[in-house]
């Protein structure tokens, strides 16, 4: 090998060049395992789905995918209620992805769909540390029809966070009033800035770019040492639209 360097120094030069490409095709998985990644979601591809149905459209002027419930699920929730449609876990997982602790950003916009129950509320938010069977999670989620209600109760709604399957938003209400709530201006349908931050048992969301949090989480459900993938996360009677998701650490 010594002879090749010294006396054939173009074909080191492409040999390197070779060593580089299976190099970097062989990190493909590793990127994802090290919590970094951009996620355009021009179309539907990459998603596993869990309830929902998910299509690539352009929305606002935006390229996205729209995620709605499925249709299965919206037929059995005719015979649910509006808490019990909440306990199904629906979203969409984005693959290969698997974080414990960073950033996440994305743009997010959720309005109530046609013909949804009086509840509904437009919920749209992002889920992280997705167990596989996408029922264990932490999720930071907003309600837009809340943001501009006229009554200030609602509006103190307008942001959530819920850790399933135990800690829902319905318990974490009456057990612990306000502390995993928050206001935040919103309106429905409107493409929104979110960002969380996760570190161990902290979590933070902001909002439309705000220096400060929206909403501040200091025991975060899964742990410090929680890990799990990220999800597209909607709630009953919801139309929503992503895009642009970007991870780091």
């Given amino acids: 090998m010594r002879n090749v360097a010294v006396d054939r120094p173009a074909n080191v030069t492409r040999l390197a060049r070779l060593a580089l490409v299976v190099t970097t095709v062989g990190l493909a998985p590793v990127v994802a395992r090290s919590q970094e990644g951009s996620y ?4 539907a591809q990459g998603l596993r ?11 606002a002027g935006k390229r996205g995918v729209r995620v709605t419930i499925s249709d299965e699920s919206r037929r059995q929730d ?7 449609q909440s ?7 984005i693959e290969g992805t698997d974080f414990t602790n960073g950033v996440i950003e994305a743009e997010v916009a959720g309005e109530p769909a046609s013909g949804a129950g009086e509840g509904a509320r437009g919920f749209v938010g ?3 540390r997705v167990q596989p069977d996408a029922k264990t999670y932490d999720a930071f989620y907003l309600r837009p029809t809340n943001g501009r209600a006229t009554d ?3 509006r103190n709604h307008s942001a959530q966070y819920i850790s399933h399957p135990a800690w829902t938003w319905d318990r974490l209400r009456r057990e612990t009033p306000e502390r995993y709530e928050s206001y935040v201006d919103l309106v429905p349908g409107a493409w929104t800035r979110i960002r969380l931050e996760v570190r161990g048992d902290t979590a933070r969301l902001f909002v439309h770019g705000q220096e400060q949090p929206t909403l501040l989480v200091n025991d975060v ?5 929680g890990r799990g993938a990220i999800a597209l996360w909607i709630g009953p009677g919801t139309v929503a639209h992503f895009r642009d998701v970007r991870v780091r650490r």
């Fill in 221 to 225: 459900k899964t742990g410090a040492q």
């Fill in 78 to 84: 005719q015979q649910l209620s509006v808490n019990q």
């Fill in 49 to 59: 789905l869990h309830d929902v149905k998910v299509e690539a459209v352009t929305y």
């Fill in 126 to 128: 992002i889920a992280f």
């Fill in 152 to 154: 200030q109760v609602r």
């Fill in 87 to 93: 306990q199904r876990e629906t979203m969409a997982v």
């Fill in 40 to 43: 355009s979601l021009a179309t």
